[in-house]
């Protein structure tokens, strides 16, 4: 495992820019350890929600985790963080693409050179549930 810390400025896409990062990295896994900032446009997909609930506002990344796929199955990511709008109201849930940095997105990585991540269907949950492989 290696920590990896980026910066990600304003306009770029949370998480297309965190694969991005990772993948430059030549890794194909990373876990997100830590993240703060801020966005101009959010989409978090709630709980028990089929689409995301979108948001154009300023708003404060309160924080961020899960885990980074890079290169090949985009939706294999799966990352979850609260934020809270101008008014203090805090959401919570998965990240969606369009999650657009404001100011600066902090983030710290782990990455994990040796492993790959992906997604399969699981059978006991109905979702696409990751499958960890060692990196030939």
Same mark, same amino acid.
């Given at each position: ?22 993948? $430059?990295?030549? +890794? ?8 703060? %900032? ?30 980074? $796929?890079? %290169?090949?199955?985009?939706? $294999?990511? /799966?990352? /979850? ?10 959401? %919570?849930? /998965?990240?969606? #693409?369009? +999650? ?12 994990? #050179? ?6 399969? #269907? ?15």
């Amino acid at each position: 495992m290696k920590p990896f810390p980026i910066r990600l400025t304003p306009g770029q896409d949370l998480r297309a820019a965190l694969e991005a990062a990772v993948l $430059a990295q030549n +890794c194909r896994a990373a876990f997100v350890l830590s993240g703060i %900032g801020s966005l101009s446009t959010a989409g978090i997909r709630l709980a028990g929600a089929a689409q995301p609930t979108r948001l154009t506002e300023s708003m404060e990344i309160l924080t961020l985790s899960g885990t980074v $796929a890079a %290169g090949g199955n985009k939706t $294999a990511s /799966h990352m /979850h963080m609260a934020i809270s709008t101008a008014t203090g109201q805090v959401l %919570g849930g /998965h990240v969606a #693409p369009g +999650c657009i940095v404001l100011t600066t997105a902090e983030v710290l990585l782990a990455l994990l #050179p040796d492993w790959q991540f992906t997604r399969e #269907p699981d059978e006991q949950t109905g979702y696409d549930e990751l499958v960890v492989q060692a990196r030939n």
